[in-house]
């Protein structure tokens, strides 16, 4: 039991690391972007490049978030701007064409050879450590769990003690006053854009050397994210962290019922949350909590 509760809770934090780009760009800009997952794997391509070049692999994250950052910006500037001015749809069916692009390109480039960033870490990958009751757990899952912690303290201290995180909140919810009261929005919506895709790196780092990745892997890393971001709902990214939990706990208990029971387990809990959140059912929940009177 022990032993499924830490791996449980070691899983959940590479949800968390997958999903909060995604959750920071929906809360910032409003906008799913379907091609979340496209770019982390194209993030991975560029650490496994750096790691030929033989580039360590913190540098190397140093020096994508970078690009990515960069990359951000200019893809706000260029696709996501105009697109999210053209209604809700549009910039579904923009990043979703990313996506497409991105998917192509990587298969292009680098074939459909799987890769990995294992070999760039030494033993990192199956080393262990060991907790009382011969429980071992693995290091680079610790560090995964660490990582997602940090980044989200640190995007959440950036939103509320930075005039930055003020300005991006106050782009966020009203874009026609924020720019009465002189903030640039587009300049503000594309650093959101660019810190978005720079935290995908991490999520980029975290899924190479957890296991092998293709050109096509995206739309997986796309999917748990997405439940994550839904089960955790929004308002704050520490619910991305519980979402990412309660995704984990969900597929962790059902591939212990049965071996086929992880992806269940985890789109059942992701479908209850969507009813949940739909205002029918939470009425519905609501009268059916209230006590009835006499007939």
Not at 61 to 69: E, L, R
Not at 236 to 257: D, K
């Amino acid at each position: 039991m022990m032993g499924l509760v830490i791996s449980a809770a070691l899983l959940g934090g590479y949800y968390a690391i997958l999903a909060t780009g995604l959750a920071f760009m929906y809360s910032v800009m409003n906008i799913i972007n379907l091609a979340h997952g496209a770019l982390i794997v194209m993030a991975a391509y560029g650490l496994y490049v750096l790691g030929t070049l033989g580039i360590a692999l913190p540098l190397g994250i140093a020096v994508m978030s970078v690009a990515m950052f960069a990359f951000g910006m200019i893809l706000h500037r260029t696709v996501l701007s105009r697109a999210s001015g053209g209604g809700e749809l549009l910039p579904l069916l923009a990043t979703f064409g990313i996506a497409i692009i991105l998917d192509n390109l990587m298969f292009q480039m680098f074939g459909a050879d799987n890769l990995s960033l294992a070999p760039f870490v030494g033993d990192l990958s199956w080393a262990s450590f060991e907790l009382p009751g011969d429980i071992f757990v693995g290091q680079l899952s610790v560090y995964i769990l660490v990582a997602a912690l940090m980044i989200i303290a640190l995007i959440e201290a950036m939103m509320r003690r930075t005039d930055l995180g003020r300005r991006i909140q106050a782009t966020s919810q009203d874009r026609a006053t924020a720019s009465l009261l002189g903030i640039n929005t587009g300049r503000t919506a594309g650093i959101a854009t660019g810190i978005a895709l720079a935290a995908g790196v991490f999520a980029a780092a975290a899924m190479g050397l957890r296991s092998a990745w293709g050109p096509y892997s995206g739309s997986a890393q796309l999917l748990f994210a997405f439940e994550a971001v839904v089960i955790g709902g929004m308002g704050s990214m520490w619910r991305v962290l519980i979402g990412a939990m309660v995704l984990a706990f969900a597929q962790s208990i059902g591939a212990a019922i049965h071996p086929q029971g992880f992806l269940i387990g985890g789109h059942l809990t992701f479908l209850i949350a969507v009813f949940y959140r739909l205002p029918a059912w939470r009425v519905a929940l609501t009268n059916l909590r209230q006590p009835r009177g006499p007939a």
